[in-house]
C-alpha cells in the first residue's frame, strides 16, 4: 500500500509542474477584440390598411311607396312579368324595395320593405371609422316617423331607416326624420392575419399572410427566392357591417302626394384613424438643452403641403423675427421632410425660443417648435 501511494503522489506532483509550466505562456499570450452591434430595424405594424367597400347597385335605393294597398289588392299585376309572380310579393309590406331571395339555390327577384345590404369589409391590422349618412328629400307634407306607423287614417307619414348588423343594439337602427339619420361606429382590424416579411431590395415589410408561407424570401416583384416554412393557419375570417334601408308608409295618402318626388340619398364612408391629420405636424415639438449636444432633425409630416419654406423665431412667443443667416441655424430637407436643427443653437440657449416652420400649402400652415434652456 505504501508503494502504491508513493506512485499517486508522484503523478500529482509531475501535473502541477506540467500546469506551472503551462500557466506563463497563456499569461504571455493575453487578446482582445471588440464587436459592433448591427440593428435589425423596426418595422410598424399598424401599417396594413385595406378596406372593401362595394358601390350600390344603380337602382339599389329605389323605392315604391304603396300606402293605399293598389299592388296588393290587384295581386301586384302592375308588376308581373315572365320573371316575377304574385309570389315575389312580401304580402305584409306598403313600401317596397327590389330585393333577391334564394330559391332552389337560384337568386330570384323580390320584393320586400328592405333594400339589398351594402357591406364593409376591413382588410386591415387596426380598427376603422366607419359611417353611414341618410336623407329624405321631396317628402313634403309627409311627416317623417321615427317607428313603423300603423295607423291608416290621419296625415300621410313614411318611415325610412338605416338597418345595421352591428352587435350593439342602439346602432341597429336609426330611423332617418327631418334631421337625417346617422350611423357611427367602428370595424375591428385583425393583426393576426399579418406578418413581417424580408422582400429583396424593399427591407422588411409588414404585409398579409397568404395562409401557408411564413418564411420565404422574396424580391421586389413578390417572386419567391427562398422557400420557407409552411404555418398551416387558416386567415381568420375579416370583420364587417352591412347595412340596408327599410321602411313603411302610415297615414292616408291622398292625389296630393302624386305630384311629389320623394327620395333618399346616403353617402357612406371609412376613415383610417391612423393616418396623418391633412395640415402638417411633427411627432415631437418640444426640445430640451439639458438632452442634446448633437444636431436635431426634427421629422415632420407634411400633410397636404410639399415644401418648408421657412422659420421664424419669438422669444416671447408673440413676437416674430426672421434669421438673417438661417444656414447658421438650421437646414431644411424637403426630401427627407425634415429640418435639422443646429446644435449650437441648442446648447447656445440661455432661455426659452419658439420657432414657427412655415409651409407651402394654400393655407401657409406653421408648426410651431419649442427649445427650452433647461
Known amino acids: 500500500m505504501k508503494k502504491r501511494f508513493r506512485v499517486l503522489t508522484t503523478v500529482a506532483v509531475s501535473a502541477a509542474m506540467i500546469m506551472s509550466n503551462v ?36 337602382n339599389q335605393f329605389n323605392f315604391t311607396v304603396d300606402p293605399n294597398g293598389l299592388l296588393a289588392g290587384t ?20 313600401l317596397y324595395f327590389e330585393n333577391t331571395k334564394k330559391v332552389n339555390d337560384a337568386d330570384v327577384k323580390w320584393f320586400t320593405n328592405s333594400s339589398k345590404a351594402i357591406k364593409m369589409e376591413n382588410q386591415s391590422s387596426y380598427d376603422v371609422d366607419v359611417e353611414v349618412t341618410a336623407a329624405v328629400t321631396g317628402a313634403t307634407g309627409i311627416t317623417l316617423v321615427n317607428a313603423e306607423p300603423t295607423a291608416t287614417t290621419g296625415d300621410p307619414s313614411l318611415y325610412l331607416a338605416i338597418v345595421t ?3 350593439d343594439t342602439d346602432k341597429q337602427t336609426i330611423a332617418i326624420t327631418s334631421e337625417g339619420g346617422s350611423y357611427e ?27 401557408t408561407v411564413t418564411t420565404n424570401k422574396y424580391n421586389k416583384n413578390g417572386d419567391v427566392v427562398t422557400e420557407g416554412g409552411q404555418d398551416g393557419v387558416a386567415l381568420t375570417p375579416w370583420n364587417t357591417v352591412s347595412f340596408n334601408l327599410t321602411g313603411k308608409c302610415g297615414g292616408a295618402w291622398t292625389a296630393d302626394q302624386s305630384a311629389l318626388t320623394i327620395g333618399v340619398s346616403l353617402t357612406w364612408k371609412v376613415t383610417d384613424p391612423e393616418a396623418a391629420p391633412n395640415g402638417p405636424s411633427a411627432a415631437v415639438t418640444t426640445f430640451k438643452k439639458s ?25 416671447d412667443g408673440e413676437t416674430w423675427a426672421t434669421y438673417t443667416n438661417p444656414a447658421k441655424f ?7 421632410n425634415k429640418l435639422t436643427v443646429k446644435s449650437t443653437f441648442v446648447t447656445g440657449l440661455s ?13 401657409t400652415t406653421y408648426v410651431t417648435l419649442t427649445f427650452t434652456a433647461d
Open 330 to 336: 438650421y437646414t431644411i430637407d424637403n426630401d427627407n
Open 165 to 167: 348588423d352591428d352587435t
Open 23 to 58: 500557466m506563463p505562456a497563456l499569461a504571455a499570450n493575453d487578446g482582445s477584440a471588440t464587436g459592433s452591434a448591427a440593428y435589425e430595424g423596426y418595422v410598424e405594424q399598424i401599417s396594413a390598411f385595406t378596406v372593401q367597400v362595394p358601390t350600390a347597385a344603380a
Open 75 to 94: 295581386d301586384y299585376a302592375r308588376q308581373l312579368s315572365e320573371d316575377i309572380t304574385a309570389a315575389n310579393f312580401d304580402t305584409t309590406a306598403n
Open 185 to 211: 361606429s367602428e370595424i375591428a382590424g385583425v393583426p393576426g392575419n399579418f406578418m413581417i416579411r424580408y422582400i429583396e431590395g424593399e427591407g422588411y415589410k409588414y404585409v398579409q399572410r397568404t395562409n
Open 351 to 363: 432661455a426659452t425660443r419658439y420657432w414657427r416652420v412655415y409651409f407651402d400649402d394654400s393655407e
Open 291 to 315: 438632452e442634446t449636444t448633437a444636431d436635431i432633425d426634427v421629422e415632420f409630416n407634411y400633410g397636404s403641403a410639399t415644401a418648408i419654406t421657412g422659420v421664424k423665431y419669438s422669444s
